[in-house]
């Protein structure tokens, strides 16, 4: 069954500081695509960063960077020099074909960045 | 802005009652997708839809509905309603909905059930 972790409820971090949000996830599946988003408090969600599971190296976007370590299966969001706009909730997601493409999200860390 | 549309931005109703919330994919996009995302449950993906017609299903009640049209909007229909249903409710579409591709976002329908 598809399952998405994220152990952090809350992270704090110092403006200017990176940061690293921590998402793991289980599949038997071997194609599947694993994704970032950001909630501000106005509530859209706004894409951030995208890791397939064939991609050799780490994507990287901007400030945000994907920890991507397939074996241990995991895909931590990396973000450096962390902005006061940075406050926000970050949802991991995965999405495979086994299961009819249902994407799956984690329960979210809610960053708050300290000026 | 994703370029994805949602209407209303926010609906206020009974319970009992019937709603349905509309999105428009961005420009070429085929596929759309429906979330439900309450405080108790998080985000829960209901449906999916790839150019008309039904790709996916997730945890959507028999109570809710979804379509999607030839112009390649989409209608989530909700009927019954209860006071849990009170969520946000996201539309999000993607090119062709491959296991892959990014899902960009709406802004989401904020529904209350009183």
């Known amino acids: 069954a598809q399952k998405i972790t994220q152990t952090q409820p809350g992270m704090f971090v110092q403006e200017k500081e990176a940061v690293t949000l921590d998402c793991t996830y289980d599949?038997?599946?071997?194609?599947?695509?694993l994704f970032w988003y950001k909630q501000p408090s106005s509530g859209e969600m706004i894409f951030l960063i995208y890791q397939g599971s064939y991609d050799q190296q780490n994507a990287t976007e901007g400030r945000y960077s994907l920890n991507f370590q397939k074996a241990r299966k995991s895909a931590n969001l990396v973000i450096s020099a962390s902005q006061l706009g940075d406050s926000a909730m970050y949802f991991c997601a995965m999405r495979e074909k086994t299961g009819g493409f249902k994407t799956i999200f984690g329960a979210g860390t809610r960053l708050f960045v300290k000026a | 802005d994703s370029g994805v549309t949602q209407t209303p931005k926010h609906l206020i109703t009974a319970t009992g009652q019937r709603v349905t919330l509309r999105c428009s994919p961005r420009s070429g996009d085929l596929s759309v997708y429906w979330y439900q995302q309450s405080l108790d449950q998080g985000l829960q993906f209901l449906i999916q839809?790839?150019?008309?017609?039904?790709?996916a299903k997730g945890n959507i009640l028999e109570r809710f509905s979804a379509q999607q049209f030839p112009d390649l909007h989409s209608e989530l229909n909700l009927s019954s309603l209860e006071l849990g249903d009170s969520a946000l409710y996201f539309c999000?579409?993607?090119?062709?909905?491959?296991?892959?591709?990014?899902?960009?976002f709406g802004p989401g329908t904020r529904l209350l059930v009183l």
């Open positions: 999000a579409s993607s090119v062709a909905g491959g296991p892959q591709e990014t899902q960009y």
């Open positions: 599949t038997s599946d071997p194609s599947y695509g």
């Open positions: 839809y790839y150019n008309g017609e039904e790709r």
